[in-house]
């Protein structure tokens, strides 16, 4: 301890004990090795738990989201008819949408906003024939894999699936 004068006024300062070798021990800051483990096993448990439920949100969001654009192709679809009388051929596909095709005088469009035409959330193209095999049409997305069948979120997403799980 040493003691300065202050206007009279005596105030003791405390030193710090100095450890081995000179480093002050009162003034150690930081976090030990097993402080620092212990908090990323806490983290990697957190993780563990959290992160598959995100990532299935994350799954079932594009799903929903392929719905949602199969049926606003319907949609435009429904008034392309309307205008032109017929479906777009399969040859013609879905950009017969949002641009003008070659025999087509009452063309009306574009019937879908941004002035192309979207791929799926897993950007595969949509796949679209006319006559459908359930219908006038038949608009598909192959779901993650991008290939026919599958189960899960590889699944096929088709206009007939979406209609009647909405019913």
Known sequence: MTSKGIGGIFVKRMQPRLAEGGRSKAGEEGFTLVEMLVVIT???????????????????SKVKTARIQLQSFASALDLFYLDAGRYPSTAEGLTALVHQTPGVAAWNGPYLK?????????????????????????????????QEGGT????????????AKNE
């Open 152 to 163: 899960g979120v590889a699944a096929d997403l088709s206009l007939e699936n979406v209609t």
């Open 114 to 146: 941004g002035g192309s035409v979207p791929n799926d959330p897993w950007n595969h193209a949509y796949v679209y024939r006319s006559p459908g095999e359930h219908g006038p049409y038949d608009i598909m997305s192959y779901g993650s894999d991008g």
């Open 42 to 60: 806490i983290i990697g448990l957190i993780m563990g738990l959290i992160g598959p439920r995100v990532l299935n949100y994350l799954s079932e």
